[in-house]
């Protein structure tokens, strides 16, 4: 497995058919994700979204996109982590996340937080954030649509192990 920072043009397709082979993202967050890449492609850093992407044998196979929250001294969002089905539960999602709040203690940031949907197909997704450590803070009812709430998990990142510059 080998992990990179910089995303480039041809993952757009590759990243298009991950985020489908999750079976959980629907047209419209499937189509923000891919905004969030032609962002950082245009932008660079400015964009205010770094990424961290996991190639097994050439391909794409996970990634994730975090960023500062505005406004904020050290508060980071996790916007999104998706691996792809074919290699879930074989700590693609784990290490990307490790090295996420890595890169974001690097970065000064502490806090990161992460929201995500409470409907039944994002159990294992909420789970996955449990085991890493981050605590439920709160749950809005019926945020995204009726009987679909939205669940903020944190988690101090200030203490995280300082790993090599550049690294995701």
């Not at 979204?49 to 929250?69: H, I, M």
């Not at 490790?98 to 974001?104: K, Y």
């Not at 903020?152 to 203490?159: D, F, G, I, L």
């Amino acid at each position: 497995m080998k992990f990179r920072t910089r995303p480039r043009r041809e993952d757009r397709a590759p990243l298009a058919r991950l985020i489908a082979s999750t079976g959980v993202f629907n047209p419209e967050e499937r189509r923000t994700a891919l905004e969030l890449l032609d962002e950082r492609l245009d932008m660079g850093a400015h964009s205010g979204y770094y990424f961290c992407l996991a190639d097994l044998a050439g391909e794409l196979v996970g990634y994730c996109v975090y960023g500062p929250v505005p406004l904020t001294a050290d508060s980071y969002d996790l916007y999104w982590i998706a691996v792809d089905r074919s290699c879930q539960g074989r700590g693609v999602g784990q290490a990307l996340l490790s090295r996420a709040e890595l890169d974001i203690a690097r970065r000064g940031g502490a806090q990161v937080y992460i929201e995500t949907s409470m409907r039944a197909p994002y159990r294992r997704t909420r789970r996955f954030y449990r085991d890493a450590g981050y605590r439920l803070e709160a749950r809005f009812a019926d945020f995204y649509a009726p009987g679909d709430h939205k669940a903020v998990y944190s988690k101090n990142v200030r203490r995280a192990r300082r790993g090599p510059a550049g690294n995701c």
